[in-house]
């Protein structure tokens, strides 16, 4: 069983910055993807950004330029470095890593940690 706890969610205003960190029970080695996804009420889950352990980084194009995910394997953490918010980047924030062993695929999610942009 994985573990994912978030932090750095919160209030601020529309153009300011956030950084949202999600540390993870287990070596990220053995994930293939670690990601960041949001939800509103009402709403889908949506992927916001990935961190493939092959392959280039994945953004939506929502947050092409503002938003960008790193990885650090010494913490074992997944962090969003959000910038330019907006009022429409309000959501609950998920992290989520994907783990293959042998045929099978499992997904981890973590309790998710409310960004909320106002002023």
């Known amino acids: 069983q994985v573990q994912l706890v978030e932090s750095g969610g919160g209030l601020v205003q529309p153009g300011g910055s956030l950084r949202l960190s999600c540390a993870a029970s287990t070596n990220v080695f053995f994930f293939n993807v670690m990601a960041w996804y949001r939800q509103t009420p009402g709403k889908e889950r949506e992927l916001v950004a990935a961190?493939?352990?092959?392959?280039?980084?994945i953004y939506a194009d929502f947050v092409k330029g503002r938003f960008t995910i790193s990885r650090d394997t010494a913490k074992n953490t997944v962090d969003l470095q959000m910038n330019s918010l907006k009022p429409e980047d309000t959501a609950v924030y998920y992290c989520n890593v994907e783990r293959v062993v042998g045929e099978t695929t499992t997904h981890y999610w973590g309790q998710g940690t409310q960004v909320t942009v106002s002023s």
């Open positions: 961190y493939p352990r092959v392959g280039s980084r």
